[in-house]
Every structure is written in C-alpha cells, then in structure tokens.
C-alpha cells in the first residue's frame, strides 16, 4: 500500500473525531454565552481567554493566535482594558513593545461565571483514575497543539487567497 493514502480509520477513531468535533461547538457555545453574560464581543472574549493560557503577550502575538488584524487588535485591547479585563505593561526587554496582562479571572462577575463548570468539570474528573487522567491530560494537549497547527494553516491559506486576489 502507498503511504500517500491515509488508513481508513476505525469506527472508534471516527466516533473520537466526531466526539471531539461535538465538544469543539459546545465549548463555542459556552464562550459564546460567557461572553454575553460578561457583555463581551465574542472576540473579544476568546482574545481574554486567550491571553488567561498563554499568559501576558504582546498584542502582535496575540493578532497571530486570534487571526486578527494589529489594528482591531488595538482597538480589541483598547475595549477590554477600558473595562479592567487587561492592562497594558512596557516589555521589559523591548522599550518599543507593549505586553498585555489579562486581569480578567481576577473580577469577581468571572469568577462567578466559571464557578458551576468548574465544580462540574472537577466532578467529572473525580470519576476516573489518576492514570486515566492522565492520559485523558495527555490527549488533550496533543489535540489542542493540532487544532493550533490547524489554525495555523487556515490562517495561511486565507491570507493566500486574499492576496492572490
């Protein structure tokens, strides 16, 4: 057989994938009602949550993670600092660049949103063994590295067709 064509996956494969796909729109669907109980832009919200994993960033990087402009993303940061999700600190080693520290787990109204689907989520993980948890940790790190990758490549592909025009 070549190894230019993929193996046909197992229906085990085919029911994580979709498993997966299905957890993908209902953590949009999540972000999206946070963000409306917190009066966000859904962009804005993904862009706060964003920069709660990575940690604080420069506003190029985060145009880069989000897809976004350098000019909406200015004005994104413009918003939530204006609102006390994000404050703007110098780099301490580029005088020319701005570091964007995410504030925003520290408002109570956040904490308060996020209260149930931790408690449930903690729940849920109780169920399985140390082992499991692990692995399930695990898995889900390789996943997002290849979501990231993934983005990466649309982002790539948009920019591509959008210049070719």
């Not at 999700?85 to 109204?109: A, G, M, N």
Request: cysteine-free; aromatic content about 4%; hydrophobic content about 35%.
């Amino acid at each position: 057989m070549s190894s230019n064509i993929p193996e046909q996956p197992s229906e085990l494969q085919e029911n994580l994938t979709m498993s997966m796909r299905g957890l993908g729109n209902r953590t949009i669907l999540y972000q999206q009602s946070v963000a409306a109980v917190l009066g966000l832009y859904n962009n804005d919200f993904l862009s706060v949550d964003i920069l709660h994993e990575k940690g604080p960033i420069t506003a190029g990087e985060l145009s880069r993670l989000t897809g976004l402009t350098t000019g909406s993303v200015t004005s994104l940061i413009d918003r939530l600092e204006k609102n006390g999700f994000v404050q703007r600190q110098p780099d301490p080693h580029d005088r020319r660049k701005v570091i964007i520290v995410p504030l925003y787990e520290d408002k109570e109204e956040v904490r308060k949103t996020y209260l149930l689907l931790h408690a449930a989520m903690v729940k849920l993980a109780s169920s399985y063994s140390d082992e499991e948890l692990e692995l399930i940790t695990q898995f889900l790190n390789k996943a997002s590295t290849v979501l990231e990758e993934q983005i990466h490549q649309l982002h790539l592909q948009a920019r591509n067709s959008s210049s070719s025009r």
